[in-house]
């Protein structure tokens, strides 16, 4: 028959083994929660970021749209203003693109110094032809041929720039 002494250590040896046990479960089990947990979890920053994605991409659409309007009016105008001497729409032009630098390099970074070029240009034509003392002037007296031959090669060339950055927007905006 066993001694006292080995019956306690037997019964010390089997509550560690079932202590261990219990232990074992419960961190397995903890561990089990945390993974369900973390996947959980990457399963919502995924969506997240799918549908901030989504956001940006419309986001895009709707700045494209805006800039499409504005080089559309742009272009809308200097070509009424080529078959006329007179301020019939010039001082409707859109003096800028509508969008701040930021907006414009977040959403058409390849083009981003084509606007800013453009709008440029486009101002410093309208400033030398189209505007005095900070205002529209009422017509150009076309007397001076060699005026009219600069301000039309000017306004065409214009025009030219603006139509192929219209062109870029609209096979850009075909991807949505």
Not at 115 to 121: A, F, I, N
Request: aromatic share 10%; no cysteine; hydrophobic share 40%.
């Amino acid at each position: 028959m066993p001694e006292f002494k080995d019956i306690i250590y037997y019964i010390i040896s089997l509550l560690g083994i079932l202590i261990t046990g219990l232990f074992s479960f419960l961190v397995w089990r903890a561990t089990k929660k945390s993974s369900e947990a973390t996947i959980a979890s990457y399963r919502l920053s995924e969506s997240i970021i799918n549908a901030n994605k989504k956001i940006h991409e419309r986001l895009r659409k709707q700045y494209l749209l805006h800039l499409a309007k504005n080089v559309a009016e742009v272009m809308r105008i200097l070509e009424i203003q080529k078959k006329s001497s007179n301020l019939v729409v010039i001082d409707q032009i859109p003096r800028n693109s509508g969008l701040n630098n930021k907006e414009v390099a977040e959403f058409l970074p390849d083009k981003m110094e084509d606007v800013s070029k453009l709008w440029s240009l486009l101002n410093d034509y309208l400033n030398v032809y189209w505007i005095r003392n900070g205002k529209f002037i009422t017509g150009i007296d076309y007397g001076n041929a060699q005026l009219k031959e600069r301000i039309h090669k000017e306004s065409t060339d214009l025009y030219n720039n603006f139509e192929k950055l219209y062109q870029d927007i609209l096979l850009i905006l075909e991807q949505f």
